[in-house]
């Protein structure tokens, strides 16, 4: 038997190139399922003219309406380390007016915040120079009346009773 060259029989003959176009049209299909999976979720989340749909709206608020860690209201009572405030909260699908009560403890936070002064980033003062727009204080400066936003660490929502890490108390000036 007769041999060329390349150590191969003039019958046999190699096909290199079978690999390389399976590669490639692996990569293609590949491909194609990628664009066609993105068309086709993002058509599915998109209705009028690119809103949201009512579907999806209505699944965003209710995860973050369910995921409550603050509640803003008038406080109505001061009893040593718990202040109650009349607030909104979620009762059985419903947003209704509730009495909350908020425990504090040592480690609660108390601040007044100016509300008529833009926010500043701590990282943008100066060394030395005073946040205008809040001071801290102590729960002996809070009074019936004062409008303040009590925040939790857990998820409160629906809750009429937690815990406090910080309480900050609306100001129209410190």
């Known amino acids: 038997m007769s041999t060329s060259k390349n150590g191969q029989s003039p019958t046999q003959k190699s096909d290199n190139r079978k690999p390389q176009i399976t590669a490639v049209g692996i990569i293609l299909i590949v491909i194609i399922a990628l664009v ?52 909104k909260v979620a009762e059985n699908g419903n947003i209704v007016d509730k009495t909350v009560t908020i425990t504090t403890t040592d480690n609660t936070v108390f601040r007044e915040i100016d509300i008529t002064v833009p926010p500043v980033l701590l990282e943008e003062l100066e060394e030395g120079e005073e946040n205008l727009r809040e001071k801290r204080i102590q729960i002996i400066d809070i009074q019936i009346g004062d409008n303040i936003i009590a925040e939790s660490i857990d998820n409160i929502y629906g809750k009429i009773s937690f815990q406090a890490y910080e309480i900050k108390v609306l100001s129209l000036g410190l």
């Open 36 to 87: 066609t999976g993105f068309l086709l979720i993002y058509n599915d989340t998109r209705e009028n003219d690119g809103n949201l749909n009512n579907q999806q709206l209505s699944d965003i608020l209710e995860e973050e309406t369910n995921n409550t860690t603050s509640y803003q209201g008038l406080i109505t009572a001061i009893n040593g380390n718990q202040i109650e405030i009349s607030a």
